[in-house]
């Protein structure tokens, strides 16, 4: 027997008792006569004493050789402790050390495996393994698998069955690149990485399965963001015979069974927005709305002067920022620079300040009167003490940037607290985008996603206006769930595929399977993916979720503790017969 109990486990009541621990040295204080050791493992620290009256001598010099991060097992009896430590539940007690073995030896790490380490992100994640055994790590994991084990809780109760979907398959778009995998046996031939389980849940559906679910990993190959992950784990989901309200419901209710278990907080029914509405009052279709500054569309009271850079814009709107009005010149420039910076991209801003007497001083004065700005500020909703922040251009682009704006502003001015939940439905996604480089329409979701039977005439004239029956989960911010009713009949995908450019053998040859699967009977269908990720990030109070992963990758998709993706030897790249043209 290794142990006898954990490093967290032993407390007052426990005195007297003989007891065996194993776990990692933490630190050493050698007073010479006395040496105190704090005992490591997952469940907590317990303090040992080395005492040259009490403990074998022997056992004192060999003390004296540990450091730190040695895995060592004791033996020895639990005393009270004389100073004790009120931080840590077992700070009443000690152990007065008999036997000790050093199980194994540890060069001294890169960085303290303490709370606070002294070690850089980068370092950390060359040594994974270690920083796993720091609290922060250690505790995100531990959360994760609670949610993972409260979503299943539920689901099951649902009457959900997880069912594994392969990993190595033909590819499924969801508007990403695959990772692909060269098959050996099929010469010339690739496997894709699932980008989602998309097309084997539908076939589940058809297959009667009727409630699926799987906490299952999705692999994108997409140009990297700060913090995303190449691999990354979905709560991924289908159910038949239902409508989108079925499905709003269930995970409504998920997701409120998940706060309310983990957070304690009881939340009322999700409010819901269009798309539309939320691109309109936000500029953006996952808006966080813990807090107001909405979008104040102002083309109607502001084109009618002399001011060129609005007149010629499709979009001027502007947002009102709480107490701004106070804001020195310098700090409004600042401002300015912020949302010029290119990863922000506006070319100017115009501001109002919205006095506490009731008048207004805007950078455009020369244009605008004080009944203009009144109007302005009536528009977005501005009161005295206010900042009116005022961006113009094309739409698209002009949501875009204020709405970051917007964000930033809300972070500087603490309005996004990580205790508060705000859960919104976004519904009626267009069905199609434009793409400009490849001057095509797109599938906004995906391909399988069923178009409103009431907007499908449109798919002629007008395809851009055609609305989806598709939905996103958002919380605080964060799109931590996107899905649809599906296409359950072979002429309307057939439809689909060939409005999203595929001739009718390109459709064949990819997705062959699944229509062939619509002509035996496909019940109706619908389902969702939530990003399990980021959900137990927010869940955690985080906003990166790479504490809660095991192994992440770094931002260049990079493993820099295995060292991958690395290159693979002569003989492999024989055996699939690959040839490498590199320079
Ligand atoms: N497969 C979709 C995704 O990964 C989710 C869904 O439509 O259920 O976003």
Redesign the pocket.
Known sequence: MYRSHSCGQLRASDINKEVTLAGWVQKTRDKGFMIWVDLRDRYGITQLIFDEERTPAAVVEKAKTLGREFVIQIKGTVIERESKNKNIPTGAIEILVSELTTLNESIIPPFTIEDETDGGEDIRMKYRYLDIRRNPVKNSLMFRHQVAMQVRNYLSQEGFIEVETPYLIKSTP?GARDFVVPSRMNEGQFYALPQ?P?TFKQLLMVGGMDKYFQIVK?FRDEDLRADRQPEFT?I?C?MAFVEQEDILAIFEGLTRHLIKDIKGVELSDFPRMTYDEAMRTYGNDKPDIRFGMKFGELNKVAQHKEFKVFNDAELVVGIAVPGGASYTRKEIDKLVDWVKRPQVGALGMVYVKCNEDGTYKSSVDKFYDQEDLATWASTTDAKPGDLICVLSGKTHKVRAQLSALRMELAERLGLRNPEEFAPLWVVDFPLLEWDEDTARYHAM??PFTSPKPEDIPLLDTKPGDVRANAYDLVLNGNEIG???IRIHDKETQALMFDHLGFTPEEAKAQFGFLMDAFQYGAPPHG???FGFDRLVAILGGQETIRDFIAFPKNNSGRDVMIDAPAHIDQQQLKELNIKLNLQ
């Open positions: 969801e989602s998309q999705c979905q991924d289908e979701h995906h996107g899905g649809s389902g969702i993916a």
